[in-house]
């Protein structure tokens, strides 16, 4: 199995603006997945976008997964201060029996 | 909310004693995996269990162990505690299968927060 690399490790942004996480990884993958965790709570899935995939949108997010590259990002438009959270990328390749994560960006929407 | 519970939500113990912590899957999940995640740090993987049997373990030494019932729910159960397994735990449930294919979405619980003294 394999962990993302999350860059960057902190972002700190505006209300309404656009916050962008990438996601690097090394070997070949089935699916990826992020996840979003408010301080202190337990993860919450918010896409999995497979290998063969290569947008993917939900609400005001929007994931790319080039795999050229092995790399996603996870984008949040029109930034909320509820959207302050740390966020994990989860690269699962075939055959993995767990799901292994980096340590997250670290987001913060001001007000 | 996930479906996912766990017990209890805050634990302290000290050091050398042991510790239970349990969750209970989601309806329809077969697979739980169990996480450590000390603060400021990813969710570090310590083992899953898929129909009732260890099917993983991460880096974790064997006074960490598990269960899983036949309804799906599990333990986690640490020995000898040390000062350092103070931490966030978390266990996630997900739809695993024979025919492997990697890992599907997982639902996290919201964690035991443990203090070891």
């Not at chain 1, 949040?76 to 055959?95: K, L």
């Amino acid at each position: 199995s394999q962990q993302g690399e999350e860059d960057p490790q902190a972002l700190s942004i505006q209300e309404g603006e656009n916050a962008t996480m990438n996601c690097s990884y090394k070997t070949s993958i089935n699916n990826l997945q992020w996840y979003r965790q408010n301080s202190g709570r337990g993860l919450v899935h918010l896409i999995l976008i497979r290998s063969n995939e290569r947008e993917k949108h939900s609400g005001r997010l929007r994931v790319t997964l080039d795999t050229s590259k092995k790399s996603s990002s996870l984008l949040i438009t029109a930034s909320r201060a509820a959207d302050t959270a740390s966020y994990f990328c989860a690269p699962v390749s075939g055959g993995d029996q767990k799901v292994t994560f980096g340590t997250g960006t670290k987001l913060q929407v001001i007000p | 909310e996930t479906g996912v519970t766990q017990s209890p939500t805050h634990l302290i113990k000290t050091r050398g004693q042991q510790v239970t912590l349990r969750c209970s899957s989601q309806s329809g999940h077969n697979t739980v995996s169990w996480y450590q995640q000390a603060l400021g740090q990813g969710p570090q993987f310590i083992f899953q269990y898929y129909r009732e049997e260890e099917n993983g373990r991460g880096n974790f030494p064997p006074r960490f162990s598990g269960l899983q019932f036949p309804n799906y729910s599990s333990e986690l159960n640490v020995n000898a505690l040390e000062l350092d397994d103070s931490a966030l735990y978390l266990c996630a449930s997900s739809v695993g299968s024979d025919r492997g294919g990697g890992q599907e979405t997982q639902y996290f619980g919201p964690g035991t927060r443990l203090l070891v003294l």
